[in-house]
Structure formats: C-alpha cells, structure tokens
C-alpha cells in the first residue's frame, strides 16, 4: 500500500507541484482511536503500528504530508532564489 500526497502552489506565473510518499501494508482490522478515515487502517513500512495508533509526532515524522509539504517548501525556497528572471542569485 502506498499513501500519496499531492500539492501544488501558483504564483500568478508558474504552477509548482511536489508529491509526498509513505509506503506500508494495510492492518487486517482496524487499530487505534486518533487520526482520521484510513489512519486505522494503514501500518507505515518499519513501523507495526497504524497511523491511528501513533501520537501524532511519532505520525509527522513518517508523513506522506509533511513529505510533500517539505518537498514544496524546497521547490519553493529554489524558486525564489532564482529571482523573477529564473536567474540565481540576486542583484545588488
């Protein structure tokens, strides 16, 4: 089983996309109060917990959210170095 995350962000000019990604296998019954929809469902490779179980710090660092959230913050971070020309660095 795979969870996917997708974002994207447009800045009026250019349309910037970053994915996210957790394997894992899905538990054979449901485990665990916390979390959402599937959470109790979807046990994250190298973990035998399901989303669910975990507290939610132990949930972030395995994320296929923040995965994609810190894919685009990085795409994010080069766009701007770039500068509106596309250009590195910055004139001054």
């Known amino acids: 089983a795979v969870a996917r995350c997708a974002l994207a962000c447009y800045d009026g000019r250019e349309m910037i996309t970053a994915m996210g990604e957790v394997r894992g296998r899905i538990a054979p019954a449901p485990r665990?109060?916390?979390?959402?929809?599937?959470?109790?469902?979807?046990?994250p490779e190298g973990s035998e917990k399901t989303f669910a179980e975990m507290e939610p710090e132990e949930k972030d660092s395995v994320s296929h959210r923040r995965r994609a959230w810190v894919a685009l913050s990085e795409k994010l971070r080069e766009t701007v170095a770039q500068g509106p020309d596309g250009k590195s660095g910055s004139a001054g």
């Open 32 to 43: 665990g109060a916390g979390g959402f929809g599937w959470d109790a469902l979807f046990v």
